[in-house]
């Protein structure tokens, strides 16, 4: 019997230090994205990497995969439903195909005049209401991160829509888009991002439309001889993080990636637009692709072209939430 209890003994107590070991392990957070390290979103997420450690004081470990390494555009949503990762900072565009339709209204062309217009969203009461919906999904919503405002690149020179006419362009899954290419006359190609490098290069997409800063880092540039700087449509990303694993975190912990998160986004959206600025330089000083700045006449064509996407897509994105918009930014719609 004393060795039944002794060895009892001996077998809890080495439980007891294996789960004590145990809780002294950080958390781990894997941040998973699918640009380059050295983009905006890349480099917002390092940076929130470094201050999840220093605020928690090593508690949590934040693992960050970029470049598609650990999963592509179609897969990390899944990934992150399932809690195969715990964080991920998705295009704005990627939450209409898991059914919340209204995150579509940042893909409506020219709805946002610049980023202090954006960020009257982003920041303000619809962006809240916006990052709610995510919620049933199992997903909680933390912050938007800037990337910045898209412009069209091609092989042949693009000064007008007609000249987008008949060209296979390159979206991100999203019926906005669809429907912002067909508006141009050009055929709408649904693309990982990973991919469209390549695409590219042989010829199965003719262009596509990007911030300079994706374009830039993905060498697209090298494949692509021309770039009309349009503005055309914003690509952002909401911060999001499994919600059954970010509730079950210990609430100082929770309090302290908050933090962390907020320092974190106010860094990458400062830096949103140097980096496209610096890459638009690069882009121009590569000497492969010749760089284009539409007239205020040849804008003016584009905005006429693509404005009437907002109307058909109100049965879609919701009116009430294009109203919202509109009023938090000031836009008034084309007559």
Same mark, same amino acid.
């Given at each position: ?7 009892? *003994? ?11 070991? @145990? ?7 894997? @941040?998973?994205?699918?640009?380059? #390290?050295?983009?905006?979103? /890349? ?24 470049? %598609? ?33 209204? @995150?579509?209204? *940042?893909?409506?062309?020219?709805? *946002? ?10 920041? /303000? ?6 990052? #709610?919906?995510?919620?049933?999904? =199992? ?11 898209? %412009? ?21 899954? %999203? ?9 141009? /006359? ?8 990973? +991919? ?6 042989? =010829?199965?997409?003719? /262009? ?13 540039? +090298? ?21 059954? *694993?970010?509730? =079950? ?87």
């Amino acid at each position: 019997m004393k060795l039944k209890l002794s060895a009892l *003994f001996v077998g809890v107590t080495a439980a007891a230090f294996s789960f004590g070991a @145990f809780a002294q392990q950080p958390i781990v957070i894997k @941040f998973s994205h699918v640009v380059a #390290a050295n983009t905006p979103k /890349g480099k917002g997420a390092e940076f929130f990497a470094q201050k999840a450690n220093e605020l928690t004081k090593g508690k949590v470990k934040v693992e960050v995969y970029a470049n %598609s390494t650990l999963y592509k555009d179609k897969e990390e949503m899944e990934a992150l439903q399932l809690g195969a990762v715990q964080m991920l900072a998705p295009s704005l565009a990627k939450f209409g195909p898991l059914g919340v339709k209204e @995150f579509e209204v *940042f893909d409506l062309p020219y709805i *946002f005049d610049g980023y202090d217009k954006l960020h009257t969203v982003t920041t /303000g009461e619809v962006g809240k209401q916006l990052l #709610a919906k995510l919620e049933p999904k =199992g997903i909680r919503g933390l912050a938007y991160w800037d990337n910045g405002f898209k %412009s069209f690149s091609a092989n042949t020179p693009i000064k007008m829509p007609a000249d987008l006419k008949g060209k296979k362009l390159r979206i991100q899954s %999203s019926k906005v888009l669809e429907e912002q290419i067909r508006a141009l /006359g050009a055929l709408p190609q649904q693309m990982a991002f990973s +991919e469209v490098y390549q695409a590219l290069q042989t =010829g199965v997409v003719d /262009g596509t439309e990007n911030p300079i800063s994706n374009l830039y880092t993905q060498k697209m540039h +090298e494949v692509q001889k021309h770039l009309a700087i349009t503005d055309h449509g914003y690509l952002g990303y909401a911060v999001i993080v499994n919600k059954k *694993f970010w509730d =079950g975190l210990p609430a100082d912990v929770r309090k302290q990636l908050e933090d962390a998160m907020e320092q974190s986004t106010r860094y990458a959206n400062q830096i949103a637009k140097v980096e496209n600025d610096e890459s638009l330089e690069a882009v121009k000083k590569s000497g492969k692709t010749t760089v284009y700045v539409p007239t205020k006449e040849e804008k003016a064509a584009f905005m006429k072209a693509l404005l009437p996407v907002h109307q058909k897509m109100e049965s879609r994105i919701g009116k009430e939430t294009i109203q919202a918009v509109y009023k938090a930014t000031g836009f008034t719609p084309a007559k």
